[in-house]
């Protein structure tokens, strides 16, 4: 039978019991679709930091360097909120995880279901049919790695610095990702960048145009940023896939998915390249939403962003397309029976309100 | 009598048609409290590049250095749109006026009248009493203006880089705008960063948190740029007083824009530093809206946007606060009284459905 490795680095705050539950889910699909994984389980974050001083051990890596792909929860928590940014969770597990592993490419579904828009901040009449848009973020490279970076004395005052740089090579493989993406979706693709302000936004749309010649059945639209987040908030039923550079994806993407109405739902896939002679991608796969610390332990937060997550681990690195599908379309069904975990439920009287387990033994 | 000299830029789209009306309420609060102005009226944008081909005439900067404040309208349209970048009407004007006038503070207000929720995106029980907060985005630093700022062939491809960089000093002037600002609303600061990631940001966080030592009954806190887009969707009523660099505020103030439901009922002040020996600013005041070419000409047009930069201006640049006051009550009494224009109606039958001209008049 398949064999697949995958590393598993629940993290912090809800991230443990998350992920215990969708584990479950895998271990259920690889009995019912004939295959097995190999789990190595690692440390990140704050847990790792408790335990051995550093967000991101040796350790750690060499287990995500022996697999197919990371199952991440999530990290972070008010305990290690005070120390120096660069070894915080987030900041010291993230970033050095993308870089190491070459994550450029950030997929975050951003859907809210047509039965769920009551969560949504959005009036219901805005959204009566729900969204599903797709956020194609770039993830290695922009003003979060650029150099020069730092701070210097300059005529006698304290002057601090960023570098917001692309290469073309970095804009067009991104580029390929979302086209291909928005081809398999409703074929509409809204590049956003700053281009009346920004060089490297005026290579980014450059590219954006040139590639588009490769994909003539994808329309191609431009939005500058301040105006897709103004659209986002008003139209998040206009837009199918979404893509762009990688500060205004950490917004964007993050605004989308409060817009979406439940965090708790949305998994997330950060792709490194294609795997040598396949199809398949190296990624990391976590919940859009983070450790929620306020709720951790209480087995009542909603695991299906860990589940889905799961699923696209199954999709895109390990190559269990119907096993991915499975978890899909279970989820779809737990929420179509009306089973609820506190974010999305509103008390109505159909509705069965359920944790962390409980919700999970209703997608098993 | 007291006499004041403004510069009177009506622009593109809607603009002169808005501006008409605001002039009539200047007209109005002129004679009322006692003084005049000297309107100096230029060409910019759209309508200075089809006179002369530049989007910024240097008639147009004289007649603003000799005034004591500039009222703008709006600029931009399908008409330019294919013009590069740097010449366009947008970008061709207003980042050379900021540049120029060393506009460095740009207040923004966005408010949700509590009559006037319906409007927002944002689901009424969210924010059952309206909101009002005042965005303080940093004008004239940041990535818009750092240097080196191009592309250059590095091995043998097209690289593009920005910089975003800011000196303490430019930090600190801005921040000590907003917490003024604070101190002469409900005292609440929250400061947009990315200081997990960015160089820029974790000075600007430092420099914050040192400036606050001067306002100690303002409660200063700090959150994330993409955390900040995510609460601005859901709890807009959370805010007081939002301060942050260029690039976010331009982000953010937007985004803040569309949630309060009418882009037309937005002024904006973009202040430089005060006047030698007084506490008037020299300033740019505009609607936050753009030039709304689809509706433009037809007499539909909000022009409270531009009616309430007439009373920033007065209030700001002018030293005429009574008059500004006066129009801030007359507009509230309109709105009140049920004038509605298109972009804010309901249809609702209480409501008087108007034109430009007739709120201008309700507002008279
Ligand atoms: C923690 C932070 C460095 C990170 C980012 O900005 O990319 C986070 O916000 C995210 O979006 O994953
Ligand atoms: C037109 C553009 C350069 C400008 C900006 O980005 O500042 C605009 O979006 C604004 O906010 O006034």
Redesign the pocket.
Known sequence: SRTHRIAVLAGDGIGPEVMTESLRVLDAVESKFGFTTERSEALVGGAAIDDGGHPLPDATISACEASDGILFGSVGGPKWENLPPDTQP??GA??PLRKHFGLFANLRPGVCLPSLTHASPVKNELIPNGFDVLCVRELTGGVYFGSPKGREERDGETVAFDTMIYKRSEIERILHVAFTAAMGRGKRLVSVDKANVLASSVLWREVATEVAKDYPEVELEHLYVDNAAMQLCRRPDSFDVLVTENLFG?ILSDEMAMISGSLGMLPSASLGSKKEGSDLYFGMYEPSGGSAPDIAGQGIANPIAQILSVAMLLRFSLGEADAAQAIEDAVAKAIDDGYRTGDIATGAASEKKVGTKEMADAIL
Do not use: F, Q
Request: negative net charge.
């Open positions: 987030e900041r993230l970033l950490d």
